[in-house]
């Protein structure tokens, strides 16, 4: 061997190198006496038909790869069989010992031995571990545990939400599990790093209260499924929620046999979005999230680049902060209640009516960097009966164009202008925009105003000022918005007078200060 671990020897080899046996010779590594203690952390080991092999003596293995130039041919175990391997009389004794707590092996699974069988021991791998077929020809050992909650820890998520109401489990490891939080269970699911994916189902059906916290993931790979189910009440307060093996090339026309929403909120269901949360879709053919349910964005980030970020299908959605993404597309589309009093939306807000359902976009706050759209959605030919209401008033900062329209797309493009109130409303009572406010969308009372010194424009009440001369001239007229001064007009002329000012009352006693905000 190249190495030989003797006599009252304790060995611990550690580091990334190699070592390689030379072909038809022996080990990589041997132990040959009962005193002799070896314990390989990592590197990569290569042997002959055995990579390490314990005569006498103790081997614990707790990472590392293994790999054999010559294979078995003893017709006893198969052609891998003795990739790690003891003499068979001193395993069975005890006076050779083999714990694999960790690494990496070649058509050889640790957890189901076949060399020391005839001792009775069918796994090398440690108590608390087991061994995983890689799908490409290797094996390794990892801790059977998967979660903790309580400082006691379980070999599958779901055992541990059983244990854990009112508490906190913690991820221990990645793992593929199809997790289901039942109904009148509170948990916190701490992902520690760790990702969670999917069997065959929903990553994760919440059926009682959720709350994930932590850095890491959860992910779900299966079409038609989502990364959370919820039915229940879900806060979002760490984490990337996402699906990650939508496939190239999707159209929103095609979901190319896998898509599906990131988060789904069911009707009844309560999501709520909280800083250190992100939901990330790839698809262009579902969107990342769809709410049928109630759901309020305080913080964090949604994002879904060329499609839907945010669908409000059937449910009530409120955005108080946080980020929501979609180049190229839409930020929000909403076909019921959506309120938007703050955050920042990098991409269209469509509001949708189909057929007699109405829907309804408030926004009062926040910064939406895309277009803002009433659409009348016409579908197999006929208009909805329901108009589309959006209202922008108080702070509101959109920068991109408004729309009332009517057609099949949310590409304002391919749709028809309409006049606002009537197949569909956008009505402006306040906020600030880059081009001036179309007439027809300014609230009741109110004029678009021209621009303003900051180069943006809003809606404003416009008040008529008028200017007696007092001097056999007809009365000047200068109309003036809200929250503007009156521009001062010349000082009219009148024979054997002199002008004295501009007073407010009949005395001319009270002259007017033309600094003064109408």
Do not use: H
């Amino acid at each position: 061997s190249l190495i030989s671990v003797r006599e009252n020897v304790n060995l611990t080899i550690t580091g990334n190198g190699v070592l390689d046996a030379k072909e038809n010779d022996c080990y990589a590594v041997d132990l040959q006496d009962v005193s002799a203690v070896c314990t390989i952390e990592n590197g990569t080991f290569v042997g002959n038909v055995t990579a390490v092999y314990v005569s006498t003596g103790t081997l614990t293995i707790n990472g590392g790869g293994y790999d054999i130039k010559q294979l078995n041919t003893n017709g006893v175990q198969d052609a891998y069989g003795v990739l790690i391997n003891a003499f068979d009389e001193n395993f069975k004794s005890r006076a050779a010992k083999i714990t694999i707590n960790g690494g990496t092996f070649k058509n050889f699974n640790p957890a189901d031995n076949k060399a020391e069988q005839a001792s009775g021991v069918t796994s090398l791998a440690g108590p608390d571990f087991k061994g995983v077929d890689n799908g490409d020809g290797t094996f390794s050992v990892v801790s059977k545990y998967v979660a903790e909650t309580n400082g006691v820890k379980y070999e599958t998520v779901n055992e541990a939400i059983a244990a854990a109401n009112g508490k906190t489990v913690k991820l221990l490891d990645d793992v593929n599990e199809d997790v289901v939080v039942p109904s009148g269970v509170t948990v916190t699911l701490d992902l520690n790093g760790k990702t969670l994916t999917n069997v065959s189902s929903d990553t994760i059906t919440n059926n009682g209260t959720l709350t994930i916290t932590g850095e890491g993931t959860v992910d779900n790979v299966t079409n038609g499924k989502a990364a959370i189910l919820n039915k229940g009440t879900l806060n979002l307060e760490g984490g990337t929620i996402t699906r990650s093996a939508e496939p190239e090339g999707q159209t929103p026309a095609d979901g190319k046999g896998n898509s599906y929403y990131v988060v789904f909120n069911t009707s009844g269901a309560t999501l709520n979005v909280k800083d250190g949360a992100t939901i990330k879709g790839i698809s262009a053919f579902s969107s990342a999230v769809r709410n049928d349910g109630n759901m309020t964005v305080s913080g964090g980030l949604i994002q879904q680049d060329d499609f839907i970020a945010v669908k409000n299908d059937s449910g009530t959605l409120v955005v108080k902060g946080g980020t929501i993404k979609s180049a190229n597309d839409q930020a929000i589309q909403n076909w019921k209640d959506a309120t938007i009093e703050g955050g920042e939306l990098d991409g269209n807000v469509t509001s949708f009516a189909w057929g007699d359902e109405a829907s309804s976009t408030k926004i009062t706050g926040g910064t939406i960097n895309g277009d803002v759209s009433a659409i009348n959605y016409i579908y197999n030919g006929n208009e909805a009966t329901a108009a589309p209401v959006i209202e922008i008033s108080g702070d509101a900062v959109v920068n991109g164009k408004l729309y009332a329209q009517k057609g099949t797309s949310a590409n304002p493009a391919k749709n028809e202008n309409v006049t606002s109130g009537s197949q569909a409303t956008v009505t402006v009572s306040g906020g600030s925009f880059p081009n001036k406010v179309p007439e027809d969308m300014a609230a009741e009372g109110l004029e678009p105003t021209e621009k303003n010194e900051d180069g943006t424009y809003t809606v404003a009440k416009q008040y008529e000022v008028t200017f007696k001369a007092n001097n056999g001239s007809q009365d000047t007229v200068t109309k003036v918005f809200n929250g503007k001064t009156v521009a001062k007009p010349a000082d009219p002329a009148k024979a054997g007078f002199v002008f004295a000012g501009w007073f407010t009352d009949e005395a001319l006693t009270s002259a007017y200060d033309f600094g003064v905000f109408i």
